[in-house]
């Protein structure tokens, strides 16, 4: 009918595009769409800056996530800090009693946890604590954190 007027537009289902592209960065942080770790976490700094919310879903997801590295997970729960302190407390748990994680890991979990909630610090430190499998030192920094937080354990 209008053949100039239909070549005006793409083809591709592309062409019609919403304005607001927070549902393709949402997606975007699905780790099954990443080659490593590190490209899910800067997907969820760009969707940080769109939409707080939704960023703070992909950051807990990482931190919580077993299959991913010890240090992203620690990088994903800093991060979630900032954007939602609140949100912060389980990933920041789930990493500090998650036996798989390396030690330093697991303290530096659980230091970020007393800063965005002491109370929930303490089960984190106890955990660390009492685990006969991590070194010496770092038990006895879990414990020296659990006496800061909580006196009377």
């Keep these: 009918m209008f053949p100039l007027a239909r070549s005006a537009w793409p083809r591709t289902s592309q062409a019609v595009r919403p304005l607001d592209n927070r549902t393709d960065l949402a997606e975007k942080a699905d780790s099954a769409m990443y080659e490593d770790d590190e490209d899910r976490i800067d997907a969820a700094e760009q969707l940080a800056e769109r939409n707080p919310h939704a960023a703070a879903e992909a950051f807990s997801a990482i ?91």
């Excluded at 659980?110 to 770092?138: F, M, N, S």
Aim: aromatic share 0%; proline share 5%.
């Design 63 to 153: 931190a919580c996530d077993q299959g991913v590295g010890d240090e992203v997970r620690l990088s994903a729960a800093e991060l979630l800090a900032d954007v939602d302190p609140r949100a912060a407390a389980p990933a920041c748990l789930a990493i500090a009693c998650d036996q798989g994680v390396g030690d330093e890991v697991r303290l530096s979990a659980a230091e970020l946890l007393a800063g965005v909630d002491p109370r929930g610090a303490a089960p984190a430190c106890l955990a660390i604590a009492r685990d006969r499998t991590v070194g010496d030192e770092v038990r006895r920094s879990a414990a020296e954190q659990l006496t800061a937080l909580d006196p009377s354990a």
